[in-house]
């Protein structure tokens, strides 16, 4: 989870390393401001002096090889070439930013956030760091790892929507307590978990911008599996426009209307596309009357399905006291 707004010691961390910046003081970072972490002037972890017990809520330096990674980090592959040039900036600036801990025992602490900033002071030849030492347990761990990836990383869609769907299944979270813990509304944060139904093939092709997130939702119009790869792979080979791409699904693409047939083998006369502009109102009227996401899902033989979603048990009986009052 995000660092609590009332964390005053770290804010002004933060604040006298830009005023050491503004005067020039670039080299010495953070270095210069946590003085007050050790017994005496000068002491560091890893110098051979006793480590100070650094209290949780404190920032402090902490020696590099007392530090754990995150068992529990989302991200497994980082840049070399970025990592290379974050160790070149530290090598000059400093670390401007602590890393986060928490403190399993003596001399030993375990990453939090900051797993980028700890590889490359590293590779900067750093012996301490400065780190925040808050208090967590193992699912706090994991979920303020998928917070912090999801703020501040680069991540492309697919990974934020795993990261999403690890958030619900593995911090039992709610859908609703999801968005406000990562700053994302409800109809933001389900499109995203949407793409997750998507065929494999598709997913790729999004995890590797090979066609867009607007691509990607327009796609998942389809219900057939087999056609959302075909209209994929038409995307990429004709470089689609994702309004093109909307047209199609709408046209019914991939729909065999010849597949069944009538007396004398003719082709049994297709029924009519349902205007998206009307599923759209239906939908809205609704997940109105339901108080939940209602998805609409006519087929080219004039039948079709309505989907009624549901966050909990509580939530199916709410909904499912509206169908039958009785």
Known sequence: MPLEKNEEKLQAALAAAAAVKRKGGLGRG???????SYEKKGERPGSGDRLVSHPVNSVGFIAVEHIETNPYQPRTHFDQQALQELADSIKIQGIIQPVTLRQLGTNSYQLISGERRLQASKLAGLETIPAYIRKADDQQMLEMALIENIQRENLNAIEIALSYQRLLSECNLRQEDLGDRVGKNRSTVTNYLRLLKLPPDV???????????????ALIGLDDPKAQVELYRKIVAEELSVRRVEELVRSGFGRNTDATKSDGGKAAPAQPVVPAAELRRTERHLAERFGSRVQVRPTAKGNGEIKIAFDSIEDMQRILHILHPS
């Open 30 to 36: 953070l270095n210069a401001l946590i003085e007050g």
């Open 203 to 217: 997913q790729i092709g999004l995890r590797d911008a090979e066609i867009s997130m607007g691509h990607a939702r």
